[in-house]
């Protein structure tokens, strides 16, 4: 926008400059230097009208981001795909964490990827060890999870898929929810089925309930 002023000046000025070489009389030049004036007002109150509507339009978009990022806190809501990969309307809950932590007999405390999704049937969870590689065909995975009032949970022998999803138990999915609905942060340490490898990681469960509701499931579920 302020290109295409710049440029609709530049050719003003020039056939204003123009008329003055072809103009002989003072009469007409004081003509032409008041009509040039009052052009050049108005072009620029169409600048500064136009820079503020941008500036407005700027700013609302950031505040929708910012009202619909805080309505589901740190969640966000997906689609669940299709065999073709094609999102259906079925829709589920989501988090991510990049700040785990995972250690076995080759490494200590290297990064792990962590992921909870909440749908209206389940919760499941996925680990990515060095943030690239999930946990797979586990027999099964335990975790101890704490909220920030410091109540600790147990999360028994939950069922690992080839592709990586850490089904939880439906007495364990209502203690977990139970905890999330909470809110504040929620602590997991988890554990395979021979002990050999230990998973920490966390989540920020606020605003689990405004989340749920985006997908109509009930908290209470």
Request: charged share 25%.
């Given at each position: 926008?302020?290109?295409?002023?710049?440029?609709?000046?530049?050719?003003?000025?020039?056939?204003?400059?123009?008329?003055?070489?072809?103009?002989?009389?003072?009469?007409?030049?004081?003509?032409?230097?008041?009509?040039?004036?009052?052009?050049?007002?108005?072009?620029?109150?169409?600048?500064?009208?136009?820079?503020?509507?941008?500036?407005?339009?700027?700013?609302?978009?950031?505040?929708?981001?910012?009202?619909?990022?805080?309505?589901?806190?740190?969640?966000?809501?997906?689609?669940?795909k299709n065999k073709f990969n094609e999102p259906t309307s079925e829709k589920y809950?989501?988090?991510?964490?990049?700040?785990?932590?995972?250690?076995?007999?080759?490494?200590?405390?290297?990064?792990?990827?962590?992921?909870?999704?909440?749908?209206?049937?389940?919760?499941?969870?996925?680990?990515?060890?060095?943030?690239?590689?999930?946990?797979?065909?586990?027999?099964?995975?335990?975790?101890?999870?704490?909220?920030?009032?410091?109540?600790?949970?147990?999360?028994?022998?939950?069922?690992?898929?080839?592709?990586?999803?850490?089904?939880?138990?439906?007495?364990?999915?209502?203690?977990?929810?139970?905890?999330?609905?909470?809110?504040?942060?929620?602590?997991?340490?988890?554990?395979?089925?021979?002990?050999?490898?230990?998973?920490?990681?966390?989540?920020?469960?606020?605003?689990?309930?405004?989340?749920?509701?985006?997908?109509?499931?009930?908290?209470?579920?």
């Amino acid at each position: 926008m302020i290109l295409l002023i710049v440029v609709i000046i530049s050719i003003c000025i020039a056939i204003y400059f123009a008329k003055q070489r072809n103009s002989s009389t003072k009469k007409s030049i004081l003509i032409g230097c008041s009509s040039f004036v009052v052009m050049i007002i108005i072009l620029l109150m169409i600048a500064i009208v136009s820079s503020e509507a941008d500036m407005s339009n700027k700013e609302f978009d950031e505040t929708s981001v910012s009202m619909n990022e805080s309505k589901t806190g740190l969640w966000t809501i997906e689609n669940k795909k299709n065999k073709f990969n094609e999102p259906t309307s079925e829709k589920y809950v989501f988090q991510e964490t990049t700040k785990g932590l995972f250690s076995n007999s080759a490494t200590t405390d290297s990064k792990l990827t962590a992921e909870i999704i909440i749908s209206v049937e389940n919760i499941g969870i996925r680990l990515k060890e060095y943030g690239h590689y999930y946990v797979k065909n586990e027999p099964y995975i335990s975790f101890y999870v704490k909220g920030d009032d410091g109540d600790i949970k147990t999360l028994e022998r939950n069922y690992c898929d080839n592709e990586g999803y850490i089904y939880l138990e439906k007495e364990n999915a209502d203690t977990l929810m139970n905890l999330m609905l909470k809110g504040g942060i929620i602590k997991f340490h988890g554990w395979d089925g021979g002990v050999r490898s230990t998973y920490d990681f966390s989540f920020n469960s606020d605003k689990l309930t405004e989340a749920l509701i985006e997908i109509g499931k009930n908290s209470e579920q």
